[in-house]
């Protein structure tokens, strides 16, 4: 156990934290020269695909260090604010953290997040300075940010580059030298918390865990503490580059085991793992309960795929802990799924990941925050749906949740990014100049107004050198109102949304517009309406396609040719009153984009 190592990799997006990981794994031997390539632990394809981790992912590797052998349990972690809640995970799973910083951007928001999120947690921290190969690399200034931030020396920086394999060795002995080994009792009843799990379609659900005290065996009799749920350790192992089996996984060690688990809803990220007989009592204070941040309705295309839905998502649900599902129904679109999530990146990768991993179609309702709504009978309900908001006249207040959000940029792009917060409904709280050319702002502003576009519009008026992060801080009180959307008189209510007074209007206007577009030409006229309780506020029409019915009326009287025309007039009134008008997915995802 003294030699055991276990630590984490956090940095920003895109700040080299997978290509390090893949030079220590070559260092180490772990994995063969003909399997290595490119972020050889992002194994997902869309992680590939979008060059981004999205789940951490835990490797074993053995290195030697003046005549000792250790064992080194690595985590690898996403860098992106919708998966922050991975980061948590990995901290509490580790001892120790690397700290990575880009040498040519310094220190970003992200970085300063999820340090603290490591501080919290005691981890002793190395800080990493990476791509020193690049000409861009300003190590003077990059290295006073990281003093600053930590209030280390200087010579306690490590240089690295993941590209090229500089530094690499230097970090391997810190990390044997600073971390501590694990802190657990060998000899006390087996606590182990289960920080990730995967479903395998051969085998059931493999759960990854550290042990925290005592040791598993494979063959043990063991208990799931909070579902109560007792297996037979079939296999138990530690994580290679593939499931690497053994005999036993002592305290410290972080390892998986396969019990023939075939319900995803038996296995919890945060579970312990106990012996039925002599186990501990009490279970390891997991993590966090993760908060989602927005939520939408997920629907099959088909009716008939609502219970492969639920099991695709409870598959899903068992990689990824932060997504949370509740059944729903809709009058446009049948049965389905209320989904929180963390932001809408990982609304995106949760749909894209139905679809490929689940071969799911589904169709995604408009997104919103969640919101308190207090009634006048003194009543207190979250509200989650538009369409789940008491009646007008029992509403007393609503109150939104607002985020304090950090950004930084360089001080010439300050105007441009005040002005965007302020529009965006924010309010300056302070403003602090990091350096001649840096600067740091914080702003309290509604959840609402950010997960859409905000972060885009960020980096398109900063030139792509401003970082974000934000948190929760609040509810606060807003004049909000519901905003509905009509075809034909009918109301569609996966296209409702809870927006602010003042955006009503043009939001209403755009609204219609863009369904214009989007809803094809039918054999009758659809009128398109936005409406805010019985009063209508915007109105497109998408007109009829009309067969000319005068086209073998030659000549004579006018009168004919009207009475033609009026014919097809009452037959189009008629389908009018008992046509259903066909709505394409397209238009509810395109409620997201109608900026652009």
């Known amino acids: 156990m003294k030699n055991i190592r276990n630590f984490c990799i956090i940095a920003h997006i895109d700040h080299g934290k997978s290509t390090l990981a893949d030079r220590m794994l070559e260092q180490t031997h772990t994995v063969a020269p003909r399997e290595m390539e490119n972020q050889v632990l992002d194994n997902m394809d ?3 695909e979008r060059g981004i981790t999205i789940k951490s992912h835990a490797i074993q590797m053995d290195y030697e260090s003046g005549g000792k052998k250790y064992v080194l349990n690595l985590i690898d972690t996403p860098g992106h604010v919708d998966f922050s809640y991975e980061v948590s995970r990995a901290i509490a799973s580790c001892e120790g953290a690397l700290l990575v910083v880009d040498a040519t951007q310094g220190v970003q928001a992200q970085t300063i997040s999820n340090l603290y999120m490591a501080i919290d947690h005691n981890l002793e921290i190395i800080p990493v300075l990476n791509k020193i190969d690049l000409a861009a690399a300003n190590l ?8 600053e931030l930590i209030g280390c020396d200087e010579q306690d920086i490590l240089l690295a580059s993941g590209k090229t394999g500089e530094g690499v060795h230097e970090i391997m002995e810190t990390i044997v030298n600073k971390i501590p080994p694990p802190s657990g009792d060998p000899e006390a009843p087996l606590q182990a918390l289960i920080f990730d ?3 395998n379609s051969f085998r059931g659900i493999i759960a990854y865990y550290k042990v925290e005290c005592g040791s598993i065996r494979k063959g043990d009799k063991v208990k799931f503490l909070n579902t109560g749920k007792e297996y037979v350790a079939d296999e138990v192992g530690v994580l290679k580059m593939n499931l690497s089996p053994r005999d036993e996984v002592g305290t410290g060690d972080v390892g998986y085991i396969i019990s023939g688990i075939k319900s995803a809803v038996e296995v919890k990220v945060g579970d312990t793992i106990t012996h039925c007989e002599n186990g501990c009592t009490k279970a390891i204070a997991g993590f966090k309960e993760v908060k989602p941040m927005l939520f939408a309705g997920v629907y099959p295309v088909e009716t008939d795929q609502y219970e492969d839905l639920r099991s695709s998502l409870e598959k899903l649900q068992l990689n990824d802990a932060s997504l949370s599902f509740i059944p729903e129904s809709s009058l446009a679109l049948g049965f389905g799924f209320r989904c929180g999530f963390l932001g809408l990146l990982h609304l995106e990768i949760v749909q894209e990941r139905l679809y490929r991993e689940f071969d799911m179609d589904c169709i995604t309702t408009v997104p919103n925050v969640s919101y308190v709504v207090y009634t006048t009978d003194g009543e207190e309900q979250e509200v989650h749906n538009p369409s789940g908001l008491p009646a007008i006249t029992m509403i007393d207040r609503i109150e939104e949740p607002y985020i304090r959000a950090q950004i930084i940029s360089k001080s010439e792009f300050f105007g441009a990014i005040v002005k965007l917060c302020l529009d965006k409904r924010g309010t300056l709280i302070s403003q602090h100049f990091l350096t001649t ?13 950010i997960i859409f576009d905000f972060y885009d519009k960020l980096k398109s008026i900063s030139k792509g050198y401003a970082s974000f992060d934000y948190h929760i801080i609040d509810y606060r009180p807003a004049d909000l109102v519901k905003l509905d959307i009509l075809l034909n008189g009918e109301q569609v209510d996966a296209l409702s949304s809870l927006i602010h007074r ?4 043009s939001f209403g206007r755009r ?16 009128a398109i309406q936005a409406a805010i309780g019985a009063k209508i506020i915007a109105r497109e029409t998408v007109k009829a396609v009309r067969k000319d019915v005068t086209a073998k009326c030659y000549g004579g009287d006018i009168t004919r040719k009207r009475k033609l025309l009026e014919k097809q007039k009452k037959g189009k009134k008629r389908m009018r009153q008992v046509g259903n008008v066909q709505i394409p997915q397209t238009a509810f995802m395109a409620v997201l984009k109608l900026d652009s």
């Not at 050319?437 to 107004?449: S, T």
């Not at 609204?511 to 659809?526: A, G, S």
């Open 197 to 199: 799990s995967v479903f």
């Open 46 to 48: 869309l992680e590939r």
């Open 140 to 147: 003077d200034v990059a290295r006073q940010q990281i003093t």
């Open 511 to 526: 609204m219609c517009e863009k369904l214009k577009e989007l809803i094809p030409r039918q054999q009758f006229e659809i």
């Open 437 to 449: 050319d840096r600067v740091e702002l914080n702003f309290d502003m509604p959840l609402a107004e």
């Open 502 to 505: 003042d955006n009503a209007y």
